[in-house]
């Protein structure tokens, strides 16, 4: 076995891995196509140019990958990894691959490193980073309710307010949605702030994946000031809450209500049969809105950690 990093022009090599692989970790990848693996990629800090994956090989043949993500600005990398059945022996190379350079990457002396392991993965996974001194540092679940079972709760537009459509296309427009999505997750375990580039490149591939614009906000209607946002993506019957956000000096005004429900009657206006989302194990208050509204953990994703400390 042999582990080297690549580019671009290995996507077909990346695309086989995570087709293969299936479910893992904390992210949903789309391995439907090439085309629309690369629009998942084209993103600052998944770009395969930029150098963040490798890839295991056996006789030339693609067995597993490694990714590192840098989000230094909340003192951590993310390693993400997975081999395909029967190469699980290749586990240990590649976190050890993923470990190593995200030191080398890191420009701080003392970080975290977190690796994300869905309960559905092979306990080889997990007696990897055990091997290596990793612990649960925290849990996320991943709920999903079917259209048929959902019950909406009460969250009436304010009078005076509008819900519409982010124009993640205007670069003004764009900075005013960063800056609420950052305000309402700050704080928030695991949360690193985005810039405008990267969530307007990322609305820009959703939008085309969807069909429709990925973001509505909740809007004032006397002075422009957006209170809400609720990003939803759609694959195929899959409607997916990313993130909703109410902010902070908005909160306990039932908002989060009202721009919630209008999310998820878009999405089962375009054909969602199913829902899903992700909540911090340790957010009760979110947890309780998910499940009153029908959703249930159909899967947990435990957050393995590991201190560096560069000498």
Known sequence: MHIRTISRSDVADLLAVLHSVGPHGHREWTTD?????????DNPRLDPDLGGWSIAYERDRPIGYSLVESE???????VGLAAVAGHEDALDGLLMDGVERAVAVADENRFEIHVAV????????????ETSDFT??????KMCVDVSDLELRDGEVPTGSKIRDA?????????????????????????????VEEIMGRAATDADRNGFAP????????DGILSA?????????????????????????????????AGVK??????????????DSENPPARRIYESAGYRTYSEVDYYGLDIVKS
Do not use: K
């Open 229 to 261: 946002y609720n990003w939803i993506t759609l694959n195929e019957g899959d409607g997916r809450v990313e993130m909703v956000g109410v902010h902070p000096s908005m909160q306990g005004r039932r908002l989060g209500w009202a721009i919630f429900n």
């Open 136 to 141: 649960v540092v925290r849990t996320v679940l």
């Open 167 to 195: 124009d993640m296309s205007d670069t003004g427009e764009a900075f005013v949605v960063t800056n609420l999505h950052n305000a309402c997750f700050r704080g928030s375990w695991g949360f690193s702030p985005n810039t």
């Open 215 to 222: 973001i509505i906000v909740l809007e004032d209607e006397a």
């Open 72 to 78: 230094l600005n909340i003192g951590r990398m993310i």
């Open 33 to 41: 196509s090439e085309t629309s693996l690369l629009a998942t990629l």
């Open 118 to 129: 869905r309960d559905t993965e092979a306990s080889s996974v997990v007696d990897a980073l």
């Open 266 to 279: 878009r999405l089962i206006d375009h054909g969602a049969t199913t829902l899903s989302l992700d909540v």
